[in-house]
């Protein structure tokens, strides 16, 4: 696509479900990233997918988080047993190996109620 | 860590006026990017100028121009002639050592009033 999409573009969840979100980056980008951004704050790094290497985790806040990316594209960050702290906007962006800079998505509004 | 430090929570221009938001970094790298995006309330995150640290110019791109100093590791960026729609968060990014994966400061909310 043009664009790297976002959906849900917001959802509303109760406390202790399991929730995905999903990105679709732009077609041949190798590099998927998701960030997590805080009311009012700044980007969280969560997890980085570059092309078939292992990907960089270390951004994960707890084990309840989990993102996989099927066949290099679309990715699917697994938020399980949601919490009130898990809401936020995550971002999704993408990027060509060794090519500066990213390509964002709208992001999803999570709430946890 | 390395760490990114925008030290402007929030800003306020005059519509016309020019206004230069602060960015400290701090990165072992020694060829890297460094990027100004903007948020506005659509959420949406567009890069507004990127520089790269081997180049003595500085970046300009219309009214958005930087100030980088590499050896004080200062990269502002100066926006003349403000207009409404540059209301936005502003994000200050430079990436990790030896990865593509960027880190951001903590933003600057910018204002501009008619």
């Known amino acids: 696509g043009a664009g790297v999409s976002q959906s849900p573009s917001n959802k509303v969840t109760e406390k202790g479900k399991d929730v995905e979100l999903r990105c679709d980056p732009i077609s041949g980008h190798t590099a998927l990233y998701w960030y997590r951004q805080s009311l009012g704050q700044g980007l969280e790094f969560l997890i980085y997918f570059q092309g078939n290497s292992a990907p960089d985790k270390s951004g994960l806040p707890s084990d309840r988080f989990s993102a996989e990316r099927t066949g290099g594209s679309v990715s699917t960050l697994t938020i399980q047993r949601t919490q009130q702290e898990d809401s936020a906007v995550y971002l999704c962006?993408?990027?060509?190996?060794?090519?500066?800079?990213?390509?964002f998505g709208s992001g999803t509004r999570l709430t946890v109620v | 860590a390395q760490t990114v430090t925008q030290s402007q929570p929030e800003m306020s221009v005059q519509e016309a006026e020019t206004v230069t938001l602060s960015c400290t970094y701090d990165?072992?790298?020694?060829?890297?990017?460094l990027f100004w995006y903007k948020q506005p309330p659509s959420r949406q995150m567009i890069l507004v100028i990127r520089?790269?640290?081997?180049?003595?110019q500085n970046a300009t791109e219309n009214r958005f121009s930087v100030n980088f100093q590499k050896a004080a590791k200062s990269f502002s960026l100066k926006i003349s002639d403000s207009q409404l729609g540059d209301t936005a968060m502003y994000f200050c990014a430079s990436p990790t050592y030896n990865t593509d994966k960027l880190i951001f400061g903590t933003g600057t909310r910018l204002q501009v009033f008619p």
């Open positions: 990165t072992s790298e020694n060829n890297y990017y």
């Open positions: 520089q790269e640290a081997y180049k003595q």
């Open positions: 962006a993408s990027s060509l190996s060794g090519a500066p800079g990213y390509t």
